[in-house]
């Protein structure tokens, strides 16, 4: 049903937490398979990629080439895009599984895609968080590529999946799906080791 594919470079230590949260989805069947989209790791990162079952496709390609090529080589009609470091809070598996079953019906010209919300750091916890969530939504903030991406392959498809943007493909895949087609899930996500801020333009993970 979901396929899960992940940008990759030198990241082996983080990926290991982003897989073993992937464990008891894929027993249950939720996961299909996971599609590692690696850039050329020196590390061990290909290594644990083949002890954990991940299909590994190493490419010095671009970002955006190396995600449309995981996508197309997925099994699943449902694509979960996620960082290395990801963790998702517990029970996520329900509430996607919830979100696909309410959207597999919809035409592609009504799909939505959905984002996890991201989770607070300590600062903005003692900062008055639900009046910076509001202004937040006020002011229409766009998801981060961080908060990973939910999408059907059929909604992927018809937008044209990641293409070379320029700075951040994964941020212009977000843009074209339109805010309005975009759902916030009840589950939050942390990035191990990343502060919640904006990816620099030359990171190729």
């Known amino acids: 049903m979901l396929s899960v594919i992940i940008p990759t470079k030198d990241c082996e230590r983080i990926l ?17 398979d996971v599609v590692i989209a690696d850039a ?17 496709l190493v490419s010095a ?24 470091g990801a963790v998702i809070e517990t029970a996520w598996a329900e509430t996607v599984t919830r979100f696909i079953e309410e959207t597999d019906w919809l035409d592609v ?19 008055l968080p639900a009046l910076a969530a509001l202004v937040r939504s006020a002011l229409g903030e766009r998801p981060l590529p961080q908060q990973g991406l939910l999408i059907s392959r ?16 994964e941020a212009g895949l977000i843009k ?20 919640p801020r904006k990816r620099r333009a030359d990171s190729n993970i």
Not at 176 to 195: E, F, H, P, S
């Open 40 to 56: 050329g790791s020196r590390d061990d990162t290909g290594e644990i990629a083949d002890i954990a079952g991940c299909t590994l």
């Open 61 to 84: 390609e671009p970002l955006g080439v190396r995600l449309h090529a995981a996508a197309a080589a997925a099994r699943g009609n449902w694509l979960l895009f996620l960082h290395p």
């Open 154 to 169: 059929g909604h992927y498809d018809a937008l044209g999946g990641h293409r070379d943007d320029k700075p951040d493909p």
């Open 176 to 195: 074209r799906i339109g805010r309005r087609n975009l759902v916030r899930l009840d589950r939050t996500i942390t990035l191990l080791g990343d502060k």
């Open 109 to 127: 010209a009504d799909a939505r895609a959905a984002v996890f919300r991201r989770a607070q750091s300590a600062g903005e916890q003692a900062f």
């Open 16 to 32: 290991v937490h982003t897989l073993a949260m992937l464990v008891s989805a894929s027993v249950s069947g939720l996961v299909a």
